[in-house]
């Protein structure tokens, strides 16, 4: 147990197709982080929160993604008119402020 | 971010020690360097850190040499189980507020019985 859950574990839309993604801290870590990871390479980072404030967001984070930490505890990340590439495992991690991290089982989604 | 080097993929035995040895020659002088372990279909677990010499925790010992340019992630007698990614990643503690973790390709370890 990571302390971090995530939800849907699995999930598959249609392109075009928004989806929303939720990130549980069990425990109380002020940092969250989001990564994608695609097949057969390492998780890429997208974006993170020092409580609520977004604070770093990736050139990879299109205008079509946007991610909430509303309240410092849990977070929500949604992709708009889902593309294939979005095809990926979206994972959550939580930090104290450092480089050790605690990483969600993730969600996968499937564009079809 | 220092760029980091490691093998694609080891294979191993049950009961042997594993090596797995990552470069990065151009790591600067506040990188730490730290290691994750992902199994299929779970999120990366962090594993161990280090800056320099020798750091041992119950998981693993990870060995740094003087000149920094390289580690080596040593697990003491595989099983089964340690089947997995192990990632290597270099990043400044001081400078790099963010804290966000860059990872490569990883190496894939295949443990037999």
């Known amino acids: 147990d990571t302390g971090v859950s995530q939800d849907p574990r699995h999930k598959i839309t249609k392109r075009g197709q928004n989806v929303t993604f939720r990130c549980d801290p069990i425990s109380e870590h002020n940092r969250l982080y989001w990564y994608r990871q695609t097949l057969g390479q390492g998780p890429e980072f997208l974006t993170y929160?020092?409580?609520?404030?977004?604070?770093?967001k990736s050139r990879l984070l299109s205008d079509r993604f946007s991610a909430e930490r509303p309240k410092g505890s849990f977070s929500t990340l949604e992709i708009q008119r889902t593309e294939q590439g979005d095809s990926a495992m979206y994972l959550c991690?939580?930090?104290?402020?450092?480089?050790?991290?605690?990483f969600g089982p993730g969600t996968r989604l499937t564009v079809t | 971010l220092a760029k980091t080097t490691q093998p694609i993929s080891m294979d191993s035995y049950e009961g042997q020690e594993v090596n797995i040895t990552c470069s990065h020659n151009?790591?600067?002088?506040?990188?730490?360097i730290t290691w994750y372990q992902q199994f299929p279909s779970q999120g990366p677990r962090f594993i161990i850190q280090g800056y320099k010499t020798k750091v041992t925790n119950e998981v693993a010992s990870l060995f740094i040499p003087a000149d920094r340019k390289s580690s080596t992630l040593s697990l003491p007698r595989v099983s089964l189980s340690d089947t997995a990614v192990y990632y290597c990643?270099?990043?400044?503690?001081?400078?790099?507020?963010?804290?966000?973790?860059?990872f490569g390709s990883g190496t894939r370890l295949l443990v037999r019985p």
């Open positions: 990643l270099v990043g400044d503690m001081k400078m790099d507020s963010s804290y966000k973790l860059i």
């Open positions: 991690a939580l930090g104290r402020g450092s480089y050790e991290q605690y």
């Open positions: 929160f020092q409580n609520e404030a977004q604070l770093e």
């Open positions: 151009n790591i600067a002088t506040n990188d730490y």
